[in-house]
């Protein structure tokens, strides 16, 4: 549902809408000063999106990435702003156009790869330069991504390349063993705080996570373990290390 008012130009080749209101599904947001230039044979699109609630599956299903699975691990609610712009017909634009944003958005729940976080904090930017091409033909920047899992904190920051590539590096700090996916629920006797400073590479599809990991204060059934360092890589069978192992 949208509700809205409009200005058009004087020319008839460009209509303001001031401000529309929209909900979809269990999503609420707002558009202010959204523009829609038709003139010289091309069309773009400006706007600021305020968002006062987003969950991710709605983001995905507006951009038809609902069923994809590279994106379907990551699912939360999402607030904050979003500046849009998409052309089509002008310099560099693919047919079926160009989408540039930028996003400061503050998570209430986030799941990433099935590890939950009680909030977040995200400003980066997505540009979709090749809509055909689905995500592998869009680009991502991360300037900053700080999410928290009770009093521990994980800090990501990099990039997403055209074709999928990763760049990117994260940091976690005071990580409870206890409250970590995989280990916690597995192994309730233990408990400890988890460390640790990881590059990103590989692509969506077949990431490669390589991580310097520190364990303090390791306790197992009451009984004090100590501390503990340990290199960690994340991969997939194409990795050329797994052969070599």
Do not use: C
């Amino acid at each position: 549902d949208i509700v809205t008012d409009a200005t058009l130009d004087r020319d008839g080749f460009g209509v303001t809408f001031p401000l529309a209101t929209a909900t979809r599904r269990d999503s609420r947001y707002a558009v202010h000063d959204l523009y829609l230039d038709f003139h010289h044979d091309r069309f773009a699109l400006d706007g600021r999106l305020d968002l006062a609630r987003l969950t991710l599956a709605d983001f995905y299903d507006v951009f038809s990435l609902e069923g994809d699975e590279r994106f379907s691990p990551y699912q939360g609610v999402t607030r904050g702003t979003v500046a849009i712009r998409y052309t089509n017909g002008f310099p560099g634009d693919s047919d079926s156009g160009t989408l540039r944003t930028i996003a400061s958005l503050d998570f209430d729940t986030i799941s990433l790869s099935g590890y939950a976080f009680d909030r977040g904090h995200f400003e980066g930017a997505f540009d979709w330069l090749d809509w055909s091409r689905g995500a592998s033909g869009a680009t991502l920047t991360i300037d900053e991504g700080v999410f928290h899992k009770g009093e521990g904190t994980v800090v990501v920051a990099g990039e997403m390349t055209l074709g999928g590539s990763l760049r990117m590096s994260a940091a976690a700090d005071r990580i409870a063993l206890r409250d970590l996916e995989g280990i916690g629920d597995r192994f309730p006797d233990l408990d400890g705080i988890a460390s640790l400073t990881a590059s990103i590479s590989g692509t969506a599809e077949e990431m490669r996570v390589d991580a310097d990991t520190l364990l303090s204060n390791v306790v197992y059934g009451g009984r004090a373990l100590g501390d503990a360092r340990a290199y960690v890589r994340m991969t997939n069978d194409g990795d050329p290390w797994v052969h070599d192992a």
